[in-house]
């Protein structure tokens, strides 16, 4: 019987991936000096060679000889650049290959055995590619610069009125310049509030939710994998903690005392594979879209409240200095979080407001003057 093209195919593809991995890993291993990581390195090229295996054996089961094997030019120039500049330096672009395949084989059903494990891979790199904890981290902590640049709640609330303001501050000039009625102005104001903040808020609704239904599928299928296959989940979170610096036998140790309790055990792998804190899966989409909601309304108000009490130029002209004045204020925020100095982030944050007010209102003027 004269074997699927299409299936053959697949079959070369998967095992020079595993080939391919398992050179890799073991390039990395020879350039690496400290013991931890050399035998995690190892450990990793051998199991990318017996998954190359389970295909090998595959296809020779189908008439096919693929014994032999040369390294494609990406495997030998990262390995090359590994032993010239030590596998920190190649360590990132493999933990961000090994992250975007983790899921080859879950549409492949004769490889599902193997989905777990190469998930449990790219949790393996993502950890070693993550710094520990040091006493030079403490002391950056303590610099005022540093603070706060982890600061993502911060960041989000000034971006998010940020966006309402822009938005809002640009569409009333667009409107203005159309030579509008100051009840048109009016009207456009608050209904590009409530239109721009009811959208954010599906928007972030949507987000987090869906962010906590695909969290709680992948923690219900690690929990099937506990029950399943635990040897294979005890011998990824052994790696998972070689990673993060415990010597190999400590690691053992380590993962089959967690082991014992499954409960912990999926907490742990939910954290440390999976990236999620069963605790919180995400967040609340009904708090953060109410907070989205506030935050793009707090920033759209800004330019609309002089239209309440002038009219005419007046009203305009009160409208881009309340917005400058706003945007000069986010911009002294954001300087908490990107290193800038306040007046430069405060300087770029209102000129380019005002350079995109400009473009729409001219928009504006032209489409009015043209239309009537």
């Known amino acids: 019987m004269t074997p699927d093209p299409a299936e053959v195919g697949r079959l070369r593809k998967n095992l020079e ?29 051998q199991a990318e060679s017996s998954h190359a295996e389970v295909w090998q054996a595959k296809l020779k089961a189908a008439g096919i000889d693929e014994s032999k094997y ?3 030019f990406r495997t030998r120039l990262l390995s090359r650049l590994a032993r010239r500049f030590g596998p920190g330096f190649v360590l990132p672009t493999v933990a961000a290959a090994e992250a975007s395949d ?6 492949q059903p004769d490889a599902q055995s193997l989905v777990a494990e190469e998930r449990g891979h790219a949790a393996v790199l993502a950890a070693a590619t993550s710094p520990s904890l040091s006493i030079g981290a403490e002391i950056g902590r303590s610099e ?6 982890s600061g993502n709640n911060l960041r989000a609330a000034v ?12 569409l009333l000039m667009g409107i ?5 009625t100051p009840h048109a102005i009016l009207v456009a104001g608050f209904a590009g509030l409530i239109a721009g903040a009811c959208s954010m808020g599906l928007g972030e609704w949507l987000s987090v939710a869906n962010a906590r239904e695909l969290a709680a599928s992948q923690i219900g299928r690690e929990r099937e994998e506990l029950e399943q296959t635990p040897e294979s989940e005890r011998n990824e979170l052994t790696l998972i903690l070689q990673a993060k610096g415990l010597p190999k036998a400590e690691a053992a140790d380590a993962a089959a ?27 609340n989409p009904w708090s953060a879209a109410g907070t989205s909601f506030l935050l793009f309304s707090a920033g759209a108000i800004v330019p ?69």
């Not at 050179?23 to 995690?40: F, G, H, M, S």
């Not at 983790?102 to 549409?107: E, I, R």
């Open 17 to 45: 991936d595993e080939r391919e991995g398992a050179e890799l890993y073991t390039a990395l291993a020879a350039a690496e000096r400290d013991p931890v990581r050399k035998d995690l390195f190892l450990q990793l090229a």
């Open 144 to 149: 005022p610069w540093h603070r706060g640049a």
């Open 102 to 107: 983790q899921n080859k084989y879950s549409g």
């Open 257 to 283: 005392r967690i082991m014992q309790n499954k409960e912990v055990a999926l907490d742990t792998l939910a954290r440390e594979e999976l990236g999620i804190d069963p605790a919180e899966l995400g967040g």
């Open 70 to 72: 040369r390294p494609s």
């Open 304 to 372: 609309v409240i002089p239209l309440l009490f002038a009219r005419g130029a007046l009203a305009i002209l009160g409208s881009a200095l309340a917005s400058a004045v706003a945007l000069g204020v986010i911009g002294l925020l954001t300087s908490l979080f990107n290193g800038r100095s306040p007046g430069f982030s405060a300087l770029r944050q209102v000129a380019f407001g005002i350079v995109a007010a400009a473009i729409t209102y001219g928009t504006g003027h032209l489409l009015g003057v043209g239309l009537a």
């Open 176 to 180: 203005a310049g159309a030579g509008s």
């Open 159 to 170: 971006l998010g009125a940020n966006d309402g303001l822009v938005s809002n501050f640009c």
